[in-house]
């Protein structure tokens, strides 16, 4: 607008200018513009003066400003179209969004329902899994039951003590020292009815070292001879019931050599060897006593803290063992009494014993004694003709072995007897092999071997227990004992250092030694 106001006013100046020197007109906000030969006067109210150069380039500039206005015009429609085509996009989007969150919520909703059918399903499933479980649970509680019954029941056939129902006569027919002769009958753990020794507490004064005796008599029990070998690990255990605690209760053993004679032991450790318990609850509770080979590295005896099972090392020259058994030292009131039942004995299997076969390699053969060795009255014990002297060199087969390899050696007994009658609780021979002993010769068998290890007289390098063939003499039975480490043999080729094989046996018999073979073996060295 005020460019076409200019432009008007601009004509008109020019107008005036072709017709006179000078000439006025009237612009529209009051200023006079006065034209005075070729300059133009603007009078304005400022009074300041302008030239004809001046307005054209001020109108110039207003044109320039009125195509900047219309630019931004122009642009601003654009915008405003834009913005218009925008609100019809929102509107769009709004339409779209409200029809998604309608959707959304027919999802959340199927996403509940499915959630709820999962939580319905997890709960039938730990439902199922609890029961399973208890089933499980149930059917590995019987199967334990039957192998804890298998394990018994093993324990029993394998049971080294004769006699060990304590049932009337039973003690006395299967040989005991001091038998069971009054058991009495009572109920066991399992609500069972069993037999037991039974010891009485008498009245006395406290201070009275008094041991109880039964209602026969008995002040002890003792079992019949069981033959054993130092060289193996055995578990003695009996059920012990006492209604007081004041009553004493011992559990032990006595050990005798092959010549039958009393083991005491250099300092006395074996004259008295027992395991006391004072328990009295009325409850029964079994009593464990482990006999360790000879070789194991302890003292003579030991208690096992964690277990409170008494350990006692066999001495190195034990033949046989008796078991035994009383009660003494109450306070002397003559209330309390005490129950012993179910004596056991069983040997401790040695991980080497059982040796996959696969897992072993022979590399030697050693036939010791020959043909027809007839060895009369062995009820004493004897040495094997044949065997008199043997020298027994290891490094010939040491010296096959790789480093990861140790020798093991293990003795096969080829034998009849004289014995004819079948008895499932027929007696023994017993076969050692140790140091030649001769008391006429103490040096005998005493001095240090081919490996510069010393060895007391007679000292048993290996023992093994055979059952009497009753054959008659004319079947021969052939059997192995258990694979022991060669390293623990120690046989030179003099008198004081040799060694040989004895027999013994419980009965008198005559005895036919067809043949004793030394197996050796590579076997993996232990980490």
């Not at 199922?128 to 804890?148: P, W």
């Not at 065997?387 to 010939?396: A, G, N, P, T, V």
């Not at 050692?432 to 040096?443: A, D, E, H, V």
Request: net charge negative; charged share 20%.
């Amino acid at each position: 607008m005020a460019f076409i106001v200019w432009t008007i006013l601009l004509f008109t100046v020019s107008t005036a200018m072709g017709q006179s020197g000078e000439a006025s007109v009237s612009s529209p906000d009051g200023q006079t513009l006065v034209l005075e030969g070729e300059e133009i006067n603007v009078n304005l109210n400022s009074g300041r003066k302008f030239t004809a150069s001046d307005i054209f380039d001020l109108m110039e500039t207003v044109k320039g400003l009125q195509e900047t206005v219309d630019n931004l015009e122009s642009k601003l429609g654009i915008v405003n179209a834009s913005l218009e085509s925008a609100n019809v996009e929102i509107s769009i989007l709004k339409s779209q969004l409200k029809a998604e969150v309608v959707n959304s919520d027919g999802n959340y909703s199927s996403i509940d329902s499915k959630i709820k059918k999962n939580t319905e399903y997890d709960e039938k499933l730990h439902t199922q899994i609890d029961t399973l479980n208890m089933s499980t649970n149930k059917k590995i509680s019987n199967v334990e039951q039957k192998l804890e019954d298998l394990d018994d029941e093993v324990h029993e056939l394998t049971n080294m003590v004769f006699g060990s129902s304590l049932s009337p006569n039973a003690t006395v027919a299967a040989g005991w020292e001091y038998p069971v002769l009054s058991p009495v009958r009572v109920p066991f753990v399992d609500g069972s009815m069993i037999w037991a020794a039974n010891f009485k507490e008498t009245v006395h004064e406290p201070t009275n070292s008094d041991c109880y005796a039964t209602a026969s008599g008995e002040y002890s029990h003792r079992t019949h001879k069981i033959s054993v070998s130092p060289m193996k690990s055995y578990e003695v255990r009996i059920w012990i019931k006492s209604t007081g605690e004041d009553m004493r209760n011992y559990f032990g053993f006595f050990a005798w050599d092959e010549n039958d004679d009393l083991i005491k032991g250099s300092s006395g450790e074996y004259t008295n060897p027992y395991f006391k318990t004072s328990k009295g609850d009325g409850e029964w509770h079994l009593q464990t006593i482990r006999l360790l080979s000879s070789d194991t590295a302890m003292g003579s005896t030991t208690i096992v803290e964690s277990t409170g099972i008494a350990e006692w090392k066999l001495p190195t020259n034990v033949a046989y063992i008796r078991l035994r058994f009383l009660s003494c030292y109450a306070d002397g009131d003559g209330k309390s009494e005490s129950f012993f039942a179910l004596p056991s004995m069983n040997e401790l299997w040695s991980d080497v014993a059982h040796v996959s076969p696969k897992q072993h390699q022979i590399v030697g053969r050693w036939g010791v004694a020959g043909t027809y060795n007839i060895v009369r009255n062995v009820k004493a014990l004897q040495y094997v003709p044949a065997s008199k002297m043997l020298y027994f060199d290891k490094k010939q087969y040491t010296s096959l072995l790789a480093n990861t390899q140790e020798l093991f050696t293990r003795v096969c007994f080829s034998y009849s007897d004289d014995t004819t009658a079948a008895s499932s609780e027929r007696p023994e021979l017993l076969l050692r092999f140790q140091r030649i002993s001769n008391p006429t010769y103490p040096q005998y068998g005493s001095q240090a071997g081919p490996d510069g290890v010393t060895y007391e007289a007679g000292h048993i390098f290996w023992s093994g227990s055979f059952r009497h063939t009753w054959s008659d003499n004319i079947v021969y039975h052939h059997t192995c004992g258990e694979w022991f480490p060669s390293a623990n043999i120690s046989c030179g080729s003099s008198f004081g250092n040799t060694c040989y094989f004895t027999i013994s046996a419980e009965t008198d018999h005559v005895v036919t030694v067809q043949g004793i073979d030394m197996e050796l073996a590579a076997f993996p060295r232990k980490v």
